[in-house]
């Protein structure tokens, strides 16, 4: 890969972790009041490692996209899914050892790793689709 094209996948990538940081952000705004009241605080602590889960494993994820930038639209191909499948991989192993240690309220913890994770998805298709159409 030349200079220019890592720099410009950089970017890119850059760009994908700051959008999929505010939507776990405006996530945990709009969250917060109606979580606290129906879980208290155990709930509020489910709800930031459910959305830090979720936010990690999308961060984690995207990196497929990256390496895969000047390759054939197969590679690229690859590439997507290979994204997807660590997402989701991570979101799984990580959600299960968080439940299995019971150091959450594990229904506020398990509704915001499914609520951040659909939510962050979107983000992840975009930039899979975006990073295709720009090559």
């Not at 220019?4 to 917060?32: D, K, M, N, P």
């Not at 129906?38 to 959305?51: D, H, R, Y």
């Not at 494993?57 to 390496?67: D, E, K, R, S, T």
Request: charged share 15%.
């Amino acid at each position: 890969m030349h200079e220019a094209e890592r720099s410009t996948s950089s970017r890119a990538y850059l760009r994908f972790v700051l959008l999929l940081t505010v939507v776990v952000a405006g996530l945990l705004v709009i969250g917060w009041v109606p979580t606290r009241n129906l879980g208290g605080s155990e709930a509020i602590s489910g709800m930031l490692l459910g959305c830090g889960l979720s936010l990690l494993a999308a961060i984690v994820g995207g990196l497929p996209q990256v390496a895969f930038k000047a390759r054939t639209p197969q590679d690229k191909g690859i590439a997507a899914l290979l994204s997807l499948a660590i997402r989701m991989g991570l979101t799984l192993m990580g959600a299960l050892a968080t439940v299995l240690t019971g150091l959450v309220a594990p229904k506020a913890f398990l509704l915001w790793v499914g609520l951040s994770y659909l939510s962050l998805l979107v983000v992840d298709v975009l930039f899979v689709v975006a990073d295709n159409r720009e090559s």
